[in-house]
């Protein structure tokens, strides 16, 4: 099945086909400029070869780079998905963590044997969530009245803790301000000030295409509005949203209110959500969207540049 939508500028293309098996392979035109975000991980989509189960990840193609979005689960279920695409997850550029949440960071296991020098961006914990980062020995009271065996290392701690990490020897780089990672190719750092996920860190990928922003985002717990405010100020137009939009237990007023948000103050072309976004979001966002409103199941690939058609 191909699906043409029409751009502003060019064509935007959801290109799905199914062979006899209902499995979903992409059609894309071969060439080096790539552009596409293909849905390895998601708990809808249409019957295939790949396992549904709760998580996101999705491989993000564009500029030459290619880029996973979150390992989704499961590592067993990310190994399977991505043969049944027949994906390479041993040859990336680089991992965008979202978030510590294990739906999004559980295939992890699985893609650090396969490629266990992958550069992998995540977020800047206080603390010791992904490794590698430190801690001031100053960030706790000592009272030196207390006996040698009652007092941290003795009453003489080092002047920096180092944290562990579960994927000892990974290769983490850890972000807490917004950066641009490649040229056009941004990470979006923002604090959740949610009930429920407060002071939860989370990164966005921002790419800065000629048809305006694509935005893949996780699980948007500080808010879609709030990371579409942010990444406005490196491009206003925004032209796709792609992945979970956190509103999966939101009640009807809250929906609206950003999906009003999203089509008519923020004016996005285009989204294409998934994951946590809800049964009753993706049908607020089909009706405001209308053919604008991309499909975005397990095993869909979503054409994010046109420039090669």
């Known amino acids: ?19 006899a098996t209902g499995d979903a392979t992409p059609m894309v035109n071969a060439g080096p ?10 708990a809808f989509g249409r019957p295939s070869a790949m396992q549904k189960d709760w998580g996101y990840s999705a491989l993000v193609e564009y500029g ?5 979005f979150d390992t989704g689960n499961n590592p067993d279920i990310l190994a399977q998905n991505a ?18 949440h294990g739906d999004h960071m559980g295939g992890l296991t699985y ?20 490794g590698g980062d430190s801690l001031s020995s100053t960030f706790y009271r000592k009272d ?19 944290s562990g ?3 000892p020897g990974a290769n983490f780089q850890l972000i807490d301000t917004d950066s641009e990672i490649a040229p056009g190719i941004h990470l979006i750092a923002l604090v959740s000030d949610k009930p429920g996920t407060l002071e939860m860190r989370e990164l966005s990928l921002a790419i800065n295409t000629p048809d305006g922003l694509v935005i893949v985002v996780g699980c948007s717990h500080p808010g879609i509005d709030r990371i579409v405010q942010t990444a406005s100020t490196i491009n206003p137009r925004i032209h796709l949203i792609a992945g979970g939009l956190h509103l999966v237990v939101a009640n009807d007023p809250e929906i609206d209110k950003i999906v009003a948000n999203l089509h008519d103050t923020f004016k996005v072309d285009y989204v294409a959500p998934g994951h946590c976004t809800g049964e009753p979001a993706f049908t607020a966002l089909k009706k405001a969207f209308g053919n604008h409103y991309l499909y975005a199941g397990l095993g869909t690939t979503v054409q ?3 420039s090669q058609h």
């Open 144 to 162: 030196p009245n207390l006996p040698p065996e009652q007092r941290y290392y003795s009453g003489a701690p080092p002047e920096v803790l180092q």
């Open 1 to 19: 099945m191909i699906v043409k939508l029409p751009f502003r500028s060019v064509a935007l293309l959801l290109l799905v086909a199914w062979t």
């Open 83 to 100: 043969k049944a695409k027949n994906i390479d997850l041993s040859k990336l550029d680089f991992v965008v963590m979202s978030h510590r």
């Open 165 to 167: 990490s579960a994927w």
């Open 64 to 68: 030459g780079k290619r880029i996973l």
């Open 111 to 130: 893609l650090l044997k396969v490629n266990p020098n992958v550069k992998i961006y995540a977020p800047k914990e206080r603390w010791g969530v992904y």
């Open 33 to 42: 400029a790539t552009a596409q975000i293909t849905i390895l991980y998601d």
């Open 304 to 306: 994010i540049d046109s």
